[in-house]
């Protein structure tokens, strides 16, 4: 049994929490061309209580609820994008930046989620979210979500 607690508490402290990195540098300066990444967040039951987080190399610089979405300048180029709520696993997807060029990138629930439910122990290795590349949403569509500030 002391063992089984052992594992769990390895378990809950390396997953950890995700908060809001202050340090994060999306614009270097040394390129200068940049682009832009809008990341939006539909209304859903499953993760719906959770914030998602979005990040590049492990830090995270933004937080989204139901019906948000937030916008970042960042380097032109190739990103390897992060998404993950907290105290699970994040899921990455690789987008690749042209000048002035926006991404938009939808986040939803990982469908694999709702089986890892069932055994919490896989679940803290299931990615909440995943994200997906999509043409980006109208004005109009976007009346409908609440801008985060950064």
Known sequence: MKILGIIFLALFVSTGCKSI??????????????ASILVYREKAFQAGAVSLYVGKDDKYFMEL??????????????????????????????????????????????????GAMLIPLVANMVPTFVLEQVDCPSAEKLKGFMRVGL
């Open 65 to 114: 609820g139901n019906d948000e979405y937030g916008q970042v300048e960042i380097d032109a180029g190739k990103h390897l994008i992060q998404a993950k709520a907290s105290g699970s696993p994040s899921s990455a997807l690789q987008i690749e930046l042209a000048k002035n060029q926006t991404v938009c990138l939808f986040s939803k629930p990982n469908p694999e989620m709702l």
């Open 21 to 34: 990195s202050k340090d994060v540098r999306l614009v270097t300066g040394t390129n200068k061309e940049t």
